[in-house]
Each structure stands twice: as C-alpha cells, then as structure tokens.
C-alpha cells in the first residue's frame, strides 16, 4: 500500500503506552486537541468527555465536535483508536459561579491577581466526573491539557493540586487512577511545537482553523494563530504561544 503523503512529517516514535486505554478530557481548544493527538500516539484505544456547565457561549461546544470530526478524517490511524465521545451536564456549577465564562460580565483580575474567569473547583469537579465515566468503561488513565508554564494562575491547574485530587479519587474508588498532563510544563510556543511533532503541519492547521480559545466566543476574521477576540486572557496567551512558535526558528507560515 502505498504511504499516506499527509503523514510525512508525522512523529513515528515508539507509543509510551501500547496496548493501553485512556479517557481524554476534551474541550476542543488548542490543548486539548493537542493532547488528543498525544492519546493517539501513545495508548491503543481513547475516549472523549466534554463538559456542559454552562459556558458564556455554546461555540467551545460546538468546536469540540468540529475538531474530533476534522481529526478523524485527516488522520486514519487516529480515527481507528477513537472511541465513544461523552457529553456530561455539570449545569450547576455554571448556575453556583459568578464568573466571566458562565455570565455575560466584563473580564477583570481581582484582588488576588486572578482573572474573573476563574471557575472555582472546575477542573477537581471534571476530574472526579471523568474518574466516575472511566470506573464504568474500564479507563483509569485520565489525560488532561492542564498546564502551568503559560496559564492565567488558575490554582487548579497545578501539579500539586492535580496530584492530591488523583490520590483522592484513587482512594475513593478502591482501584489507582493515572493523570497524564502532557502540557503540563510546556509554554503556548511549545504546545504548537508539539502539535507539529505529533501530526505536522496538518495538524498545526487544524488546530488554527478549528479549535477555539477564546474566552469571549469570538469566530470572526481568523487572525495569524486563529479565532478569537485577540484582547481576552486566553486569546493573549495562544497569540504570544503562535508567535514565539513561529519566530523561534524564522518559520514562515
């Protein structure tokens, strides 16, 4: 058979994980399709689960499933280790937040420095959602895009945050759990490095065309590095990421 010219400059090492399954907590924005891509490499079999908890805008819903359609088209081998994707409502913890991303209120930074973003307990309720899910379909490796080299401060991203709720939900379901964080101490510039590793430049364009990070759910004119209002925390993180990307080795893109 003759060799698929879209995999070229694919990444073909040795999967870290062969023959394991994991659940793939997946929002559709540049990490998590970059850790999407991750899974695939690395484990036989993954599973997808979003999160509805009432977000400001419905478009990161929408995203999510544009981007697992685009990644199972483009590439074959992936296509074949994706299974089920998940839909799980966590409406009442955008009904107990007051934050920028459940109501439609101005992004400001309070008084200990966080931005009004900030969904308190956020990624320890999705991760004891995502361990409950994995109990049932047999999955005890989570896989998360966390990361806390280019983030806006959020407590629950940090390792030791991670750690402890892990060593929780191990103990609390009497069997050991596994957080993988592929992001977790890589910058924005170096999660688009990755992105390209993993599955080339395909890859990279599909991430700028059809993820979305923007805070205020901005789909206008696509921008260099993609969608977004290009002034929200986010989008100021994935523009610096994008051009730091392409100025660390004269890219032209």
């Known amino acids: 058979m003759a060799k698929d010219p879209r995999m070229n400059d694919q990444m073909r090492e040795k999967p870290l994980y062969p023959g394991e ?6 929002s559709g924005g540049q ?14 079999y993954v599973e997808t689960v979003g999160f509805d908890y009432g977000q400001r805008h419905s478009i990161e819903m929408q995203a999510r499933e544009q981007v697992l359609a685009e990644v199972r ?4 081998d992936w296509d074949s280790k994706i299974g089920e994707d998940h839909i799980v409502d966590l409406s009442a913890l955008g009904q ?3 934050t920028s991303l459940t109501r439609d209120v101005e992004i400001t930074i309070n008084e200990t420095g966080l931005p009004s973003t900030f969904v ?13 899910l994995g109990f049932r379909r047999g999955l005890t490796t989570l896989i998360g895009g966390m990361c806390e080299a280019d983030f806006s401060g959020y407590p629950d991203c940090r390792k030791d945050t991670l750690d402890a709720q892990m060593q ?8 050991p759990y596994r957080l993988d964080t592929p992001l977790m101490s890589v910058s924005k510039s170096g999660a688009w490095d990755m992105a390209k590793d993993l599955g080339g430049k395909m890859l990279v364009e599909l991430i700028l065309e059809h993820s979305h990070t923007c805070y ?3 789909r206008g004119p696509r921008h260099d590095w993609g969608y977004g209002c290009g002034s ?4 100021e993180l994935r523009a610096k990421g994008w051009a730091e990307y392409v100025q660390a080795e004269g890219r032209h893109v």
């Open 21 to 26: 399954k994991a659940l793939i907590m997946f």
């Open 31 to 44: 990490d998590s399709a970059t850790c999407l891509a991750w899974a695939c490499t690395h484990f036989e």
């Open 73 to 76: 088209k483009a590439f074959p």
């Open 96 to 98: 107990i937040s007051e």
């Open 120 to 132: 308190p307990g956020r990624n320890l309720i999705f991760l004891n959602f995502a361990a409950a």
């Open 168 to 175: 929780a939900i191990s103990l609390g379901m009497d069997k």
């Open 216 to 218: 205020m759910g901005e």
């Open 232 to 235: 929200c925390p986010a989008c």
